[in-house]
């Protein structure tokens, strides 16, 4: 149970197009949802926290209109990368607190090359 | 706010060989402690968490972990590991009460025949 799937697992753009990622919770409803960025041999990175039915909540030094994230139901959260540049080629995580759990379960990521 | 140490970037292990991740946190309030694994281009599978009780915890794979509150720390054990243990290893914790979970640095384990 508590499955979190990540769509798509990879994706390449070209530079100033934008990119939409989604995360669906499977059998559990995400309240709140947490979307990490991850660079090569790092450590994850959260960047916005969502929260279904509100704005998201975003790290300092995170560009919010860059990062648009869309939480507009319980069991879907996107995150669309505006104008993608190189620089923001990552591996892309989303995340989400299972109540009962004690946990946090995520999705598989999703890999961007933006040439 | 909350912040997690783990103090090896790299262990290479021999197969059979037992292992010992280490991982300190800092915290002022209670926390829930988590280790996690990624293998490469993927997202993170849980190994074992600690929430209350026993200071010992089981997880899957063979993992186990101790919850030492004196010494903040949260150290991941395996007695004998596998070609396919190689993979990245990551720390974290949220507090008690709160939302956020933070992330070690992470540690990979290159397990060598």
């Known amino acids: 149970g508590a499955v979190v799937s990540q769509h798509p697992s990879r994706v390449i753009c070209k530079s100033g197009t934008s990119v939409k990622i989604e995360c669906r919770s499977l059998d559990f409803q995400a309240t709140t949802m947490f979307w990490y960025r991850q660079f090569p041999k790092q450590s994850l990175m959260l960047m916005a926290t969502s929260n279904e039915g509100s704005k998201a909540t975003y790290e300092q030094g995170v560009e919010k209109d860059k990062f648009l994230i869309n939480h507009a139901s319980l069991t879907l959260s996107t995150l669309t990368v505006t104008s993608a540049h190189p620089e923001d080629s990552s591996f892309y995580i989303c995340?989400?607190?299972?109540?009962?759990?004690?946990?946090?379960?995520f999705g598989s990521g999703t890999r961007l090359t933006v040439v | 706010a909350q912040s997690v140490t783990q103090l090896d970037s790299q262990v290479p292990v021999f197969e059979e060989a037992p292992v010992e991740l280490r991982c300190n946190y800092s915290s002022s309030v209670s926390v829930y402690l988590f280790w996690y694994v990624q293998y490469p281009n993927q997202g993170l599978q849980l190994l074992l968490k600690?929430?209350?009780?026993?200071?010992l915890v089981k997880g899957i794979n063979g993992f186990e972990a101790e919850f030492n509150k004196s010494q903040t720390s949260f150290h991941l054990r395996k007695p004998s590991v596998h070609i396919s243990d190689t993979a990245e290893y990551f720390c974290?914790?949220?507090?008690?009460?709160?939302?956020?979970?933070?992330f070690g640095g992470g540690t990979r384990v290159l397990v060598k025949p």
């Open positions: 600690y929430l209350s009780g026993s200071t």
């Open positions: 974290a914790v949220s507090e008690a009460a709160g939302n956020k979970l933070t």
């Open positions: 995340s989400a607190r299972v109540q009962g759990f004690g946990g946090y379960t």
